[in-house]
């Protein structure tokens, strides 16, 4: 009888290299990433994700690796890092393939990073009163600037005989925007979701507390891997379950990011994001008479034409107007905090250089 001997050793570097494409993939790696470390030796610096941000640390996660490392600036939940083993704080980020951002709530106005190196963001929104169509034309612009594709998901349609209602507002946001109905508890809603949720793929969801974000996470699992609660009865608000925005890997499929639910979401640097949702109002506007038109009173003006023969909601324009104005209001005065953040910056590193000579 003849014995099988161990594979040969080239053998076994195929399969182990294999073994390292597949589970990076799981993690979303892909073509836009490998460009930018074609001439790095990944033994030395391997590619990590992060999992979570807390205030101290990063939590990591690539191939054989699952650490802590202290923060880095300016990064974010999805972000990819080239992971200094020897000085973590001096791992390098890889240029991001897209990015969801915010202007921070509170007085104080801020950037604040969502998520970075999605594929897919599901808008998720009950039909209850948790449902607010300013509120989704504000998420799909948000996404639209970041070049990722946005689906609307609705949920708890059992908790409201008028589904066909919720569904037709919000399929007239966007002829872009897929809208689906969903039970976030079935495994129905895994097959639905399937198409944007492939291996290698990253997909977040957003929306309100309580809309059913951590049990589409737990479905798509497979199993518990968040804990969920119930919404009050009293008002259809939610709890929140999810506190902070983490990345899991589904087996055999998608990297996901569950976010908290935000209270408040206004928008900078999303003027091409508004355009793209609001395509048939910026196309009409090219016809106004004047390139300043405020479309409120001018003559000539083809929005306020078309509002007075029926042809365009005036609810909805003056939506678009309020996004167009704070979105231009945020974007300068978080233009000119980032000046001055980086003149000061700039002053510390002469002052330094000063000293040391």
């Known amino acids: 009888m003849v014995h099988d001997g161990p594979e040969p050793k080239s053998q076994n570097n195929q399969h182990?290299?294999?073994?390292?494409d597949v589970r990076l993939?799981?993690?979303?790696w892909n073509q836009y990433f490998?460009?930018?470390?074609?001439?790095?030796?990944?033994?030395e610096t391997p590619p990590v994700r992060i999992m979570q941000v807390h205030r101290s640390n990063l939590h990591v996660v690539g191939v054989n690796v699952d650490i802590k490392i202290p923060s880095l600036y300016e990064v974010a939940v999805g972000d990819w890092l080239l992971l200094n083993q020897g000085d973590p704080r001096s791992s390098k980020i890889l240029k991001r393939r897209s990015l969801l951002k915010r202007r921070a709530a509170g007085h104080d106005r801020k950037e604040q990073l969502i998520a970075a190196n999605l594929d897919t963001a599901f808008i998720v929104s009950s039909c209850n009163s948790d449902f607010n169509l300013a509120r989704l034309e504000r998420y799909i612009a948000m996404i639209n600037e970041a070049e990722i594709t946005p689906v609307i998901i609705l949920t708890k349609f059992d908790l409201n005989s008028d589904l066909t209602n919720f569904s037709q507002l919000a399929s007239k946001i966007s002829e872009r925007v897929a809208v689906i109905n969903v039970d976030a508890r079935s495994s129905s809603a895994k097959e639905q979701l399937a198409p944007w949720c492939e291996l290698g793929q990253t997909v977040a969801f957003l929306g309100s507390s309580g809309v059913g974000k951590s049990t589409l996470t737990n479905t798509l699992a497979g199993n518990p891997l968040i804990n969920t609660q119930a919404v009050r009865e009293a008002d259809d608000k939610g709890r929140h379950t999810t506190t902070s925005r983490q990345l899991h890997i589904i087996p055999q499929g998608c990297a996901v990011i569950d976010t908290p639910g935000m209270r408040e979401l206004q928008l900078t640097d999303a003027a091409t994001g508004i355009k793209e949702t609001f395509a048939d109002l910026h196309e009409l506007e090219q016809s106004c008479r004047f390139n300043d038109c405020s479309h409120d009173h001018e003559p000539g003006c083809a929005i306020q034409?078309?509002?007075t023969i029926g042809l365009i909601d005036v609810i909805r324009v003056n939506r678009w107007l309020k996004l167009v104005s704070e979105d231009q209001e945020n974007t300068k005065v978080l233009a000119k905090r980032f000046s001055k953040e980086n003149a000061t910056k700039d002053k510390i590193g002469s002052g330094q250089k000063h000293k040391q000579k």
């Open 16 to 20: 182990d290299i294999l073994d390292v």
């Open 34 to 43: 490998i460009d930018q470390v074609v001439s790095t030796d990944l033994r």
């Open 25 to 28: 993939k799981s993690l979303g």
């Open 305 to 307: 034409a078309n509002i």
